[in-house]
């Protein structure tokens, strides 16, 4: 079940709406099996983050955490290929790429808790 958190919403989404809508985000979450690439787990057990390409006119990157207990996805990071802090190296080696990618999941995942999130 693909989860959008209010947090992603504002801080992701809106900034790159004239680019991406939840049905790319959609498209791109069914690829996982494909072409995702997983990432390090970061001290989170209960899931696996995973970056994926965003196939469209402008590229785009996603990073989404898989709840692998509770068959969960949510999208926690977009940026475009081209953005100049993240998009070309939106990694864990890149430190402020990770330090982002840890605070965006601390934020979805307190949405969770509160309700805060749509059901796709």
Not at 7 to 18: D, G, I, T, V
Not at 28 to 38: L, P, R
Not at 67 to 93: A, C, H, Q, V
């Amino acid at each position: 079940m693909l989860v959008i958190t209010e947090s992603f919403l504002k801080k992701e989404l809106k900034p790159l709406r004239k680019y991406y809508t939840v049905q790319n985000i959609k498209k791109s979450v069914c690829k996982i099996n494909t072409s995702a690439i997983y990432l390090a787990r970061l001290g989170y057990r209960h899931g696996k983050f995973l970056k994926i390409r965003m196939a469209h006119k402008i590229a785009g990157r996603l990073i989404i955490y898989v709840f692998t207990n509770k068959n969960i996805i949510t999208p926690i990071i977009m940026r475009l290929k081209k953005d100049k802090i993240f998009g070309e190296n939106l990694s864990l080696n890149n430190k402020k790429g990770k330090n982002l990618i840890l605070k965006m999941l601390d934020f979805s995942i307190n949405d969770i808790k509160n309700g805060r999130y749509k059901k796709i």
